[in-house]
């Protein structure tokens, strides 16, 4: 086994995979200017929504836990603009 096929079996771990997808999803929520977000209706349970623009995911736990900035979210929840 060479150092490039020990290196796609580690990252090929499932909880490696999991941690680097988390890395980059906050990457890309945080520089995303303004978040569109929209029902991944794919998902029964544990509703996931995607930004249009920079294709970050949040769940709504996350979202109400992290309080993620510059949503449409807000709005669409309360049914009335802030
Ligand atoms: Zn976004």
Request: charged share 30%.
């Amino acid at each position: 086994m060479n150092g490039l096929e020990k290196l796609s079996k580690l990252s090929a771990k499932p909880e490696m995979q999991k941690i680097w997808e988390i890395q980059e999803n906050k990457k890309k929520l945080n520089s995303c200017s303004f978040h569109e977000f929209k029902l991944n209706s794919d998902r029964q349970f544990n509703n996931l929504y995607i930004c249009q623009n920079c294709k970050g995911t949040v769940t709504e736990k996350l979202w109400y836990e992290q309080g993620i900035a510059h949503a449409q979210k807000k709005e669409v929840l309360h049914g009335k603009k802030a």
